[in-house]
């Protein structure tokens, strides 16, 4: 079955520094999705990648799909403790229109 | 405010008990999803409502019992619930078909289970 996995699990860094958190799916995907899940809260829609290869930026925030469209990667750059929560991955499969989330990284980031 | 509405936010129930946890959504979309929660765990789809008709059902336990009376409004029945089911249940609805397929979450119900 579809299986999306993030790594790292769990994650802490300096404030300033960076961080980088890594989606892989089994499957090609159509598209993926970001999510992020504040502390106490609910998963909220940061972005969606559609094209291989492509790259898009939020300000700090640089989200990037795989050219065979199977991983995905979002690097946060000079981490800020407003960047404190749980990053989500959610994959949505050529032959399907349900996305499947990823396993999670949870960031810390140290004041 | 997402325009996903969940009652109750907080759920003590014991293991006898019969209970319902509502969902409404007041974007216009026509699929909604039910998902758990729990600890150290990755979010689970429990089940989906894809124009008001049940189109997943990953494998959910049958003390878990959806309904979808229509496309605003999705509930989750709960009886003789076990411990392990306490978690945080999050509610979701989309517009599926579409380009813009994004999942629009609720607060949650935090359910715990005694």
């Known amino acids: 079955g579809q299986q999306v996995m993030q790594i790292p699990q769990y994650q802490h860094v300096q404030e300033g520094e960076d961080f980088t958190t890594y989606c892989n799916s089994s499957t090609t995907l159509s598209n993926i999705q970001w999510y992020k899940q504040r502390p106490g809260g609910h998963p909220v829609f940061l972005i969606q990648?559609?094209?291989?290869?492509e790259v898009k930026k939020q300000k700090r925030l640089t989200f990037q799909f795989g050219e065979a469209k199977k991983n995905s990667s979002l690097h946060i750059t000079a981490t800020q403790t407003t960047d404190v929560g749980t990053y989500f991955c959610?994959?949505?499969?050529?032959?399907?229109?349900?996305?499947?989330f990823g396993t999670g990284t949870s960031l810390t980031v140290i004041p | 405010e997402t325009g996903v509405t969940q009652t109750p936010r907080h759920l003590v129930m014991g293991m006898t008990n019969k209970k319902s946890l509502k969902c409404e959504q007041h974007l216009g979309h026509n699929a909604m999803y039910w998902y758990k929660q729990s600890a150290k765990k990755p979010l689970e789809l429990m089940f989906v409502?894809?124009?008001?008709?049940?189109?997943e059902n990953n494998s959910v336990p049958s003390r878990f019992s959806p309904e979808c009376p229509n496309s605003s409004h999705l509930f989750l029945h709960l009886h003789t619930l076990q411990p392990e089911d306490s978690a945080l249940y999050l509610c979701?609805?989309?517009?599926?078909?579409?380009?813009?397929?994004?999942?629009?979450f609720g607060a949650g119900t935090r359910l715990s289970v005694l």
């Open positions: 990648l559609v094209k291989s290869g």
């Open positions: 409502y894809s124009l008001e008709e049940r189109v």
């Open positions: 979701a609805s989309s517009q599926v078909w579409t380009s813009e397929n994004i999942q629009y």
């Open positions: 959610a994959g949505l499969q050529n032959t399907g229109n349900q996305f499947y």
